[in-house]
């Protein structure tokens, strides 16, 4: 059927995995233990130790995870992904806003950073239940995604405060070219999410779209504040055609199936902050009705200038690190399953703890920045002789394991939080049905 000039497919009630998302889910699922186990577990075992290599290791795991997730695509489904019109200007600090017309936005998002070359700096702004997921909302934590609950939950402003801290995180650490990536929409566009957008525009004597929904602006503009060294903002249109030039919205049923776009476009136009910073609100509106206008036309990416190179080179080459460390992994369960599988507990249980109970990995990072130089020594010296114990006197690795992580628990909960940089702001209530306003 079609749906707002969009085609989806239709299947039977009958479920069968393609194939090509056997093969997909089984490099993933490599990929996947190899990032988890190896890199990030390795990170915290240096977290007190040295803070600039753990965030190294952070930078290198993101870049690697980027590059991977689209170039599985490009491998599997054959998908071609082209960014088109102006060019990012490397190093930048700077803002990207999208169009969500699909689940399957963050392939083609981080694709994006990937040839961007922001892939380490990009924070996006996520959901907050997405954070909760296990192992993957871990990782999103350590990758210091931000968490938004949408709900109330953190009382007035406090999604706002979130964003602030984080853009004010990653500068006072010395990060550079800072991408804080976000959906205005708020939420992918769905049929029922466009009926509702429809609705609340019609009421209000606003525009109707059927391509995009009417953007979130409270975000953007807390988001613009938060960062007075970015430089631009990077208007992200995001388009997938099928085989024919058709276009599609892809949904995760049709990589089960083994379909998937044949052509995504990431269309890139860029304003400098003299066009966005006066009236941060107008501006994501006037955005989005281009995108209306633009989605609308039926205009042909193809001809516009590249605005950058897509080579996968990276892409193979991360994939390739990502599931030889996933492979070492099953390696190690098969050689020593008794100790290997209680690490990897241990490992788990701990990131569920930390990402359910106390507020995510992300904490005891910027805890760790603010406590007092003697307290850093102390946490540096009882991980260091955890590390010791762990590689050199060949102590039950599980034991080690706990120690450390047990230590970094315990930051979590000791340490002060930084205050918040923004003073309260009122928040719409959850049960508002306006799709406009965060």
Not at 22 to 46: K, N, T, W
Request: aromatic share 8%.
């Amino acid at each position: 059927h079609t749906h707002r000039g969009t085609h989806t497919v239709t299947h039977n009630s009958r479920v069968m995995v393609h194939p090509r998302a056997i093969i997909a889910g089984s490099l993933l699922a490599l990929a996947s233990l190899g990032c988890y186990f190896v890199l990030l577990q390795s990170a915290l075992l240096v977290f007190f130790i040295s803070p600039p290599l753990y965030r190294s290791i952070i930078e290198w795991t993101k870049r690697w995870w980027a590059a991977h997730l689209s170039f599985l695509a490009e491998l599997v489904y054959g998908v071609t992904y082209c960014v088109v019109g102006d060019r990012v200007v490397p190093g930048a600090t700077c803002i990207t806003i999208s169009n969500h017309p699909t689940l399957l936005d963050f392939f083609a998002l981080l694709k994006f950073a990937t040839v961007a070359e922001a892939g380490p700096n990009m924070l996006i702004l996520l959901k907050e239940s997405l954070q909760r997921v296990p192992i993957f909302g871990y990782g999103m934590q350590m990758f210091r995604y931000v968490r938004l609950a949408r709900d109330g939950s953190r009382g007035a402003g406090g999604d706002l405060a979130a964003i602030a801290s984080a853009a004010r995180f990653h500068s006072d650490i010395g990060a550079t070219g800072t991408m804080l990536s976000m959906f205005p929409e708020g939420s992918n566009s769905a049929a029922p999410q466009v009926q509702a957008s429809q609705a609340w525009a019609a009421a209000r004597g606003l525009p109707v779209y059927h391509h995009v929904l009417h953007p979130r602006v409270q975000g953007f503009a807390a988001v613009v504040a938060a960062m007075p060294a970015a430089a631009h903002v990077y208007d992200l249109t995001l388009l997938y055609l099928d085989a024919q030039g058709v276009r599609v919205a892809p949904t995760p049923g049709d990589l089960v199936h083994g379909r998937g776009p044949a052509t995504v476009f990431v269309r890139v136009k860029r304003y400098s902050r003299t066009d966005f910073a006066s009236d941060p609100a107008a501006f994501v509106r006037a955005r989005f009705e281009e995108k209306e206008s633009y989605l609308a036309s039926g205009a042909e990416p193809r001809k516009e200038q590249p605005a950058c190179d897509v080579s996968f080179g990276l892409g193979l080459v991360s994939l390739a690190i990502l599931v030889s460390l996933g492979v070492l992994v099953l390696s190690l369960i098969a050689l020593a399953p008794l100790n290997t599988l209680l690490d990897l507990l241990v490992a788990t249980a701990f990131g569920h703890l930390a990402t359910t109970l106390v507020g995510g990995p992300d904490q005891p990072e910027r805890a760790l920045v603010a406590a007092p130089r003697i307290v850093r020594a102390l946490l540096s010296v009882v991980s260091l002789a955890g590390l010791v114990g762990l590689l050199v006197l060949e102590l039950w690795p599980a034991v080690c394991i706990m120690l450390h992580l047990s230590l970094t628990l315990a930051l979590m909960c000791v340490l002060p939080r930084a205050p918040s940089p923004l003073p309260p702001t009122p928040v719409d209530s959850p049960s508002s049905p306006s799709p406009g306003n965060d």
